[in-house]
């Protein structure tokens, strides 16, 4: 199986890089091939892409881990030809929602090892369900933070790279990124995602050019990780409609000493419809700094008890 620290270091990798804009090119990254030639195709689907205006959008992503298991064939040396194994996939996190841009407003549930959230933003307060509050406050489930950006309610709420959008155009300028620092693009015709014609482009991409660049001493520890672990080339694959929408983004990331490989999909389902987002009923909702206090309260009483039982059962000197 793939280790925890295999997965943990892929997270670190930013995939969504959110300081690149569409009309930048990236820095050329040291060791790396020049830039291939773009297909006509992918160039004209870019400019559409380019020329989009997003008022809203619906969004699902799935980081998965595909395994090959090792089977043994009858004959040792031929297991390669007798035996036969399909891989294994298991999702580690699935996201959902959708975003509206003015006025700035989300709702999304986002699933990481089998536990599954809720979060709701409007403007610029965020309510998380966290359903272990009921216990501690007789029934309130939902945590209001306030000053919170879109970005930053997003991005605290999933770990997975381009686990969703952030802000209008982000994803747009991921793909335009993926586009511009290929080693190697290929155009593979047409397909269908959920009934809807699209072209399909399958890319090579260096890891190293999707790794934030950084001088702090942890950031250089995951990079050197990530080399280690993980190959040096990404697969990448592009969906587009006929209007320029990137429909589905699919990386594929693995491993260099395991038989596996982490897949991340991305798909954008609907732009610009419309979305209305609700706060949580008033009686089921507890702000953040209430909560605070709240467990501070019941910490300091747990220590009580604890403290009362120590010396209740403590041996009485003679």
């Not at 670190?12 to 009309?23: F, G, K, R, Y």
């Not at 407003?105 to 359903?131: D, K």
């Not at 290929?182 to 790794?211: C, H, M, N, W």
């Amino acid at each position: 199986m793939l280790r925890r620290s295999v997965i943990l270091a892929l997270l670190a990798i930013p995939v969504l890089p959110a300081t690149v804009s569409a009309a930048t090119q990236p820095s050329p990254v040291p060791g790396a091939a020049q830039p291939v030639v773009v297909p006509p195709d992918l160039q004209s689907l870019e400019q559409k892409l380019l020329a989009l205006q997003l008022s809203s959008e619906r969004f699902s992503t799935t980081v998965s881990v595909a395994e090959t298991p090792e089977v043994k064939g009858p004959v040792g040396p031929f297991k390669h030809i007798f035996g036969r194994a399909s891989s294994v996939v298991t999702a580690l996190l699935t996201a959902s929602g959708e975003v509206g841009f003015a006025p700035v407003q989300a709702s999304f549930q986002v699933s990481l090892f089998g536990i599954t959230m809720n979060a709701r933003l409007i403007g610029s307060t965020l309510y998380v369900e966290e359903p272990f509050v009921k216990r501690l406050d007789g029934g309130r489930i939902w945590v209001e933070e306030r000053n919170k950006s879109l970005t930053q309610a997003l991005g605290s709420q999933t770990s997975a790279p381009g686990s969703a959008v952030s802000q209008p155009g982000v994803e747009f300028q991921r793909v335009t990124t993926l586009i511009s620092r290929a080693q190697s693009i290929a155009e593979l015709g047409p397909a269908s995602v959920d009934g809807q014609a699209v072209t399909r482009f399958k890319l090579a991409v260096p890891l190293a050019a999707l790794q934030e660049p950084g001088h702090s001493r942890q950031a250089r520890a995951i990079a050197r990780l990530q080399q280690k672990l993980f190959k040096p080339l990404i697969h990448v694959e592009l969906l587009f409609a006929e209007s320029g929408l990137p429909v589905r983004t699919s990386l594929t990331i693995e491993s260099r000493h395991h038989a596996g490989a982490v897949i991340e999909q991305s798909d954008i389902t609907a732009v610009n419809v419309p979305v209305l987002v609700q706060a949580p009923p008033a009686a089921e909702t507890i702000t953040a700094v209430e909560l605070h206090r709240l467990m501070r309260k019941r910490a300091k009483r747990l220590l009580h008890v604890i403290s009362v039982h120590r010396h209740s059962h403590a041996p009485k000197k003679k």
